[in-house]
């Protein structure tokens, strides 16, 4: 059995809407031979969430994460992250808060949009709430909210202050979920084209996110975005964005296999705190 590309970078845990204790999604690394592991709460918000890290408890947080750091030393390379909204021009990755945070990485990811109506909307939901939410707070404009959605991703991409991008197109899932063939049509690739190449532009790394893997078969970015990543010669790294400690390692020997037919021969590792380029080792 291979060990290599054994690494995640998108873990959440009890601190934020995680269903254990970090110290098991680090057992679990351990167990299944990762070489290094990175624990990525949501970041706390300017307002509160039941899904975010609470800002007070931040301290507890990079305490556990050191505590465990000392635990498992020469075992794993465990690292702290967080996963920060993309708010707005105040509150983002790049944000004075976030930068002076002693964290080894960030991810730059957008689940909230504001609406016409002045309403927050948490566009990271299951199928049946975003449609409902794209009635009640966007009258129904699908794209209009798609391209909101990018926009503000290419405005997080300009703003930087993060290590990858979050699941880059998750949106497309929920969207298809509302007009079948979205994804096919032209205004839809051109604006997604022009996110890719902005991200390409400005030197950031995307993650493929392989949460939805097991249940849907999909990765973000969509796998048919692959070739634009080989082209567009932008790094990738696989996360699963894992919520429960038994889903560390799902979809992740299946997205290195579809990089690698697409062409694209290293991910980017955590190696002694610095990103490295580490060969795909294709079974
Ligand atoms: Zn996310
Ligand atoms: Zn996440």
Redesign the pocket.
């Known amino acids: 059995m291979t060990v290599a590309n054994r690494t995640n970078y998108h873990s959440h845990c009890s601190f934020c809407d995680g269903k254990a204790p970090i110290g098991d999604f680090v057992a679990e690394a351990v167990r299944r031979g990762f070489t290094s592991y990175g624990v990525s709460s949501h970041a706390p918000l300017p307002f509160s969430a039941p899904w975010t890290l609470d800002r007070e408890r931040v301290g507890e947080y990079l305490a556990e994460i050191a505590r465990l750091q000392d635990l498992y030393a020469g075992r794993i390379e465990l690292y702290a992250g967080m996963?920060i909204d993309y708010l707005d021009e105040t509150w983002n990755p790049a944000s004075p808060y976030f930068q002076q945070l002693p964290l080894d990485y960030r991810i730059g990811?957008v689940?909230l949009l504001r609406a016409p109506d002045g309403s927050i909307v948490d566009i990271?939901t299951a199928e049946e709430p975003f449609a409902r939410n794209l009635e009640a707070h966007f009258g129904g404009d699908l794209r209009h909210l798609v391209e909101a959605y990018f926009d503000k991703l290419i405005r997080m991409v300009e703003t930087g202050g993060f290590d990858f991008v979050?699941?880059a197109d998750k949106m497309s899932y929920n969207a298809s979920f509302c007009e079948k063939g979205l994804r096919e049509r032209t205004w839809f690739r051109d604006k997604l084209r022009a996110y890719f190449e902005r991200i390409a532009a400005c030197g950031r790394m995307v993650e493929i996110n392989t949460k939805k893997y097991g249940s849907c078969g999909v990765f973000f970015p969509h796998r048919d975005l692959f070739g634009w990543l080989r082209e567009l010669r932008i790094p990738v790294t696989v996360n699963s964005?894992a919520h429960r400690p038994e889903r560390i390692d799902e979809g992740r020997s299946e997205a290195l296999a579809a990089l690698y037919d697409a062409g694209i021969r290293t991910v980017a590792e955590l190696r002694a705190g610095r990103w490295t380029e580490v060969p795909i080792d294709r079974p």
């Open positions: 996963e990811s689940h990271d979050g699941h964005d």
